[in-house]
């Protein structure tokens, strides 16, 4: 008798005890959708670390309280993220510090290969070495976490190939030009004008590492892109190394175009420039390379305090600093950002995560292409 009764009562028991569960856990029950928990097996059954509610980050990430982020941007730009950060949550103790150099990525990559490396959480990855990073960054699926809205990041900045890298940045390349040495519209209108005859003979600079130029590739293919290369090479241009110098001189009137200039180095010169005659154009197809990669630390002690730095850093508050003080540094995929404003509703060249790691071979290619000029020494 009394275990038949015990039998009745037992499953109003347990609904009972997971209801007060369900209750307490920092996870809604409404988050815990059947496609959210099917995500996370999937996730786990594959090595990835899967949460299913922002909630929980943000407990783990209080508890850790602390945090500490290497990023390539620069210190002035740094230092607002970290500051806008510290004021969302104000529980982390959290230091950004700007990190540059080849030496550098090199001393840190043997560092981490030799299992010395130690201190840091959120890490910068530089293209040169991308691959080196790999083994040694934390394997949180951001891409299913983004997918399933748990962290609140633009899928088109998550590598959907390895699921815990973000790009939190873009270059974009475009023509930049002084508009009193050539008019606005005898300035190309598309890549292949500047194999027009009118441009034959030092009518453009051109820089001796193409990156501009290899970024045609994901949209052209290589060999358009190599014959273009040759073609380019037979016009006769001014050869460089370097856009700022030679955006501060075509300032001044020495140089009329140069092809393939970061967005960001011409909007910058624009805005410091006083005469008022530098100026851009955007051409088809915008060539966009991701950049500003960052992951998490495989030995991070605080793993989620950088989950929430990466999710924040994709922020438009965040985005906006990047764009902030005449750097331009945010992502093309932040609406609102001069990157984004640039190649809205234009057909890209986009080096995205597969092409990403075959840049240098592209830009190797393409120099062979050129038959490797030399940089022009300046009197």
Known sequence: MKFGYFKTLAPLIVL??????????????????????????????????????HDDILAKAKKEGRLKVFASLDAPTIKGLNAAFRKKYPFIDAHAEEIAGTDTYQRMILEMKSGTAKGWDVNYLTTDFYDEYLPHLKKFDIVGMAQHRVLQISLEMVNPIDRNIVALSTNVQVVAYNKKVIPTEKVPNAWEDFLKPEFMGRKFVADIRPTEIAALVPAWGLEKTLDFSRKLAAQKPVWVRGHSRVIAAMGGGEYAMLIGSNLKTIKNAIDKNPTGGLDFKVLEPVPV?????????????????????????????????????????????SPGTVSNEAIRGRKLSLVDWQHATKLQDYQKKVVEAYGFPQAERRK
């Open 289 to 333: 390379r991701l950049s500003e990669h960052e992951g998490i630390f495989v030995k991070a002690d605080h793993p989620y305090a950088g989950l929430l730095w990466l999710e924040f850093a994709a922020t438009p508050e965040a985005q906006k600093i990047m764009d902030g003080g005449g750097n331009y540094d945010a992502s093309a995929f």
């Open 16 to 53: 009972a005890v997971f209801g007060s569960w369900l209750a307490g856990s920092s996870a809604p029950a409404a988050s815990a959708t059947p496609a959210l928990l099917k995500a996370k097996q999937e996730a786990e059954a594959k090595g990835h670390i899967f949460e299913i509610s």
